[in-house]
């Protein structure tokens, strides 16, 4: 069995220990201590990181009681090491998994539901619960989590008796067995938890819900705390801000600066595609009346402009109409027919241009990979009209 001194002290940085194992695996080596501050990945937190005799510790795991650690050098067996942990990540980690707790705490007590899924990630935090969160309510479950920050909650940890543990209301998302650790936070949580975590709900800085989705007939919450929750909305207010800037406003009111500007370009949207249907209405005049086949090439035109145009030319009187659009490095395309299968044309287009698309005999959608050049020698000697 590994001492575990994490429990003894989740603040301290250094220990010194004895190196009982050292073997070789395939991502590094695996070194047993006697001892450890190392915390190994469980209960949805992951492990902590550092260097142990001047090697680096890439992960930590237990099994059976015994923490292995994985280091990227090997260490002698039976030699006195000095181990340091990354103290950043260890007390980021500590802040995001305390502000889990309570958040879950305010939550389940709230809802009587469970917390079903905890997910510590690089980025963020996910739980999940399984009880539908109306969005309405989150701003109130936020604020009512950084309440415990505010009044500076003490963040208590206990091994409390089988009898004192029978009569405790407590979360645990399964059953335990043996000596059980609570992890109490005032009146916001009580869960039983192997991680690590602050001493009061000061230290944890702020509690910021910044996603959530109906997940599994639930809900998945996503959070930051901590450093996390300040750096993100730094970025959030630099991007408000910037926004602002381009839109010669203050950031705060970048919002309504956006959805004018998007008013006027749907404005400015409906004004064109206006102009270009008149536009098609003009050409679609100018063809010759009992022209059959017509190549149209244009620019700029989506896949609804090019169907418009191409049934257009077809109501002109032509049997079969193909419109081409710059697009990339090829070309998109529809081609309407109301005798012949549109698709053999397709069919015909796939080995000399790589004709991908398809659609139903009367129209066919699609793109190729060729030049107009090449397109007008095979329409023309298909005996099409080439229109620009």
Same mark, same amino acid.
């Given at each position: 069995?590994?001492?575990?001194?994490?429990?003894?002290?989740?603040?301290?940085?250094?220990?010194?220990?004895?190196?009982?194992?050292?073997?070789?695996?395939?991502?590094?080596?695996?070194?047993?201590?006697?001892?450890?501050?190392?915390?190994?990945?469980?209960?949805?937190?992951?492990?902590?990181?550092?260097?142990?005799?001047?090697?680096?510790?890439?992960?930590?795991?237990?099994?059976?009681?015994?923490?292995?650690?994985?280091?990227?050098?090997?260490?002698?067996?039976?030699?006195?090491? +000095?181990?340091?942990?990354?103290? +950043? %990540?260890?007390?980021?980690?500590?802040?995001?998994?305390?502000?889990?707790?309570?958040?879950?705490?305010?939550?389940?007590?709230?809802?009587?539901?469970?917390?079903?899924?905890?997910?510590?990630?690089?980025?963020?935090?996910?739980?999940?619960?399984?009880?539908?969160?109306?969005?309405?309510?989150?701003?109130?479950?936020?604020?009512?989590?950084?309440?415990?920050?505010?009044?500076?909650?003490?963040?208590?940890?206990?091994?409390?008796?089988?009898?004192?543990?029978?009569?405790?209301?407590?979360?645990?998302?399964?059953?335990?067995?043996?000596?059980? %650790?609570?992890?109490?936070?005032?009146?916001?949580?009580?869960?039983?938890?192997?991680?690590?975590?602050?001493?009061?709900?000061?230290?944890?800085?702020?509690?910021?819900?910044?996603?959530?989705?109906?997940?599994?007939?639930?809900?998945?919450?996503?959070?930051?705390?901590?450093?996390? $929750?300040?750096?993100?909305?730094?970025?959030?207010?630099?991007?408000?801000? +910037?926004?602002?800037?381009?839109?010669?406003?203050?950031?705060?009111?970048?919002?309504? $600066?956006?959805?004018?500007?998007?008013?006027?370009?749907?404005?400015?949207?409906?004004?064109?595609?206006?102009?270009?249907?008149?536009?098609?209405?003009?050409?679609?005049?100018?063809?010759?009346?009992?022209?059959?086949?017509?190549?149209?090439?244009?620019?700029?035109?989506?896949?609804?402009?090019?169907?418009?145009?191409?049934?257009?030319?077809?109501?002109?009187?032509?049997?079969?109409?193909?419109?081409?659009?710059?697009?990339?490095?090829?070309?998109?395309?529809?081609?309407?027919?109301?005798?012949?299968?549109?698709?053999?044309?397709?069919?015909?287009?796939?080995?000399?241009?790589?004709?991908?698309?398809?659609?139903?005999?009367?129209?066919?959608?699609?793109?190729?990979?060729?030049?107009?050049?090449?397109?007008?020698?095979?329409?023309?000697?298909?005996?099409?009209?080439?229109?620009?």
């Amino acid at each position: 069995m590994t001492e575990k001194l994490y429990y003894q002290d989740a603040y301290a940085t250094k220990f010194t220990a004895k190196v009982l194992e050292c073997t070789e695996e395939k991502q590094g080596y695996q070194v047993i201590l006697d001892k450890t501050l190392f915390y190994p990945e469980g209960g949805g937190q992951p492990a902590d990181m550092g260097t142990l005799g001047g090697v680096n510790v890439l992960d930590v795991h237990e099994k059976n009681d015994i923490i292995a650690h994985t280091t990227d050098k090997p260490l002698k067996v039976g030699a006195e090491v +000095e181990g340091e942990i990354d103290w +950043e %990540r260890r007390f980021d980690l500590m802040q995001n998994h305390s502000g889990e707790h309570i958040l879950s705490g305010v939550i389940c007590r709230k809802y009587g539901c469970d917390n079903v899924g905890f997910h510590m990630g690089k980025e963020s935090i996910t739980i999940d619960l399984n009880t539908k969160i109306p969005d309405a309510d989150l701003p109130w479950l936020e604020e009512k989590a950084n309440e415990a920050i505010w009044i500076n909650a003490p963040v208590g940890i206990r091994y409390p008796s089988k009898e004192e543990l029978d009569a405790l209301e407590y979360r645990s998302k399964k059953e335990l067995e043996g000596q059980v %650790r609570i992890v109490n936070v005032g009146e916001y949580d009580c869960c039983a938890c192997c991680g690590t975590h602050v001493k009061l709900a000061g230290e944890i800085g702020q509690i910021k819900i910044i996603g959530a989705q109906n997940y599994k007939g639930g809900t998945r919450l996503e959070l930051l705390c901590g450093k996390r $929750a300040l750096q993100d909305y730094r970025k959030k207010n630099d991007v408000a801000n +910037e926004a602002g800037r381009l839109l010669s406003v203050p950031g705060v009111k970048a919002d309504g $600066a956006v959805k004018n500007l998007l008013a006027e370009r749907d404005e400015l949207l409906q004004t064109l595609n206006q102009l270009k249907w008149k536009y098609f209405t003009q050409k679609a005049e100018q063809v010759t009346e009992g022209t059959e086949n017509i190549l149209f090439f244009g620019d700029g035109l989506n896949s609804k402009d090019m169907t418009h145009f191409a049934d257009l030319l077809l109501k002109k009187g032509a049997k079969r109409t193909a419109v081409f659009s710059k697009n990339g490095e090829g070309f998109a395309f529809v081609l309407l027919s109301t005798e012949k299968d549109a698709r053999t044309f397709a069919d015909e287009m796939k080995e000399p241009f790589g004709c991908k698309g398809g659609g139903k005999p009367d129209a066919v959608q699609g793109r190729v990979s060729t030049d107009k050049k090449e397109l007008k020698a095979f329409f023309e000697g298909k005996g099409f009209l080439i229109e620009e």
